[in-house]
């Protein structure tokens, strides 16, 4: 590269790597609200919050969330902890000294010992699972009710509605007993709190999927049936026969709609126990008020549940409708080396629930400041830094420029941010105590004392 071309390359701009964004004001303050409802409706369930981090090893997702789905397979951001790699590249050297050719055959066929694969986090539970084992907190008073926000990372092909770095918020019930009260208490968390933000057009979907009993003895039916009509069944599902049979209800392909009907459904074929535990479920949402839809074919992408199943859609989403999924995934802290330990929980898309209150109109209109203090004079800027200190004080707006305006250009200025008022200090009002107080909606004027002003102004805004 020419020295030319190299200086053009360093001033090229940068942009957000594709499937992430910034999240702007005012936009930034419809997420605040979401969070802020979140943390209060979590906290009247008794949930506490715990922040995991936002890496881990690899193989807590694959273990948990399982190799054969499109997250672990496809989507998952892993890479080797960069820490590892100068001890790596040692053992590569020493590796094709011995023996010619050796190392670059360990690194291809990803056998060296030492290096640790480590994954941006594509969702939370096992991170939640992994800390409920690992400070031992099946010494608490159990069921454990911890609840989580963040980003989540997942390789997808961005479209409206998903991302690469995507924000969820979630809860997890973890210990105690796998009482279906639990489960409709869960499902009836979720629901007041989209009852609170407004969100428009909610629909619950409800499902059992059965336990470790009866669910491989569904799908192996299921695989039979659809081996029956592979040939009519796209690329994906055809696929699916072998790797996940219960993924092909997933379907969305119009062409295998009519086959998917004729499938046989898993109610008809749970055991006592999961029969029992779902029809109390519903018993259950129905004495808390929870209108649900029962949906033989909601099944989850993630290996992990067992029994009851939801997801919530609404209204404004288009394809990427589904804003909440949750279930049952007694045995998954097992599965990651702690004690036997029911569990269950949810993950709502929070870009999605955003989404969707912006196309509902349930956004807050973007907030201007309260006040624009537009200040001439020396004298006038020493009251104007104190008037500013005093009114945030009081929980106030306050926009202060920097430098002097003529008081035309600042109301102008005032105008443009949507302030509400504007506080006028000029040479008069220092001198008289009296501060000229302008509302912008109507042009109107008043005057005020410093103490009169604050208690107008908590009257008005
Ligand atoms: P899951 O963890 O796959 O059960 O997803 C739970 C919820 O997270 C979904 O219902 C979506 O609302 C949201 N979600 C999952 N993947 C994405 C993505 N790539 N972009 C935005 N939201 C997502």
Known sequence: MSEGAAK???????????????????????????????HEVFATFGFGEIRPPIFEETELFARSIGEETDVVSKEMYSFPDPLDLGEMYAQYRSLETTSPGAGQFAVWANILPGSQLIAARPEATASVCRAYIEHGMQQLPQPVKLYYLGPMFRRERPQKGRYRQFYQIGAEVLGGSDAPAI????????????????????????????CRDCR??????????????KDKLGPDSQRRIETNPLRVLDSKLESEQGIIATLPRIADHLCEECAKHYAEVKHQLRLRGVMYRENWRLVRGLDYYMRTTFEITAQGLGSQNAVCGGGRYDGLVELLGGPPTKGIGFAIGEDRLILSLQESGKAPAAQGRDVYIAWMGERAHATAVRAAKDLRKAGFSVELPPMEQK?????GQADKLGARFALILGDNEVASGEWTLKTLADGSQAKFTERDLLEHLRKSL
């Open 8 to 38: 053009k390359e360093d001033r090229r701009k940068f942009q957000a790597i594709r499937g992430t964004r910034d999240l702007l004001p005012p936009e930034t303050e419809l997420w605040n609200r979401v969070e802020q409802t979140a």
């Open 407 to 411: 008081f035309g250009k600042a109301l």
């Open 183 to 210: 489960d409709a208490e869960v499902i009836e968390m979720v629901m007041t709190f989209f009852d609170r933000l407004e969100l428009q057009g909610v629909q619950l979907d409800i499902n059992s999927i059965g």
């Open 216 to 229: 491989p003895k569904y799908v192996e039916l299921l695989r039979a049936e659809l081996l029956k009509v």
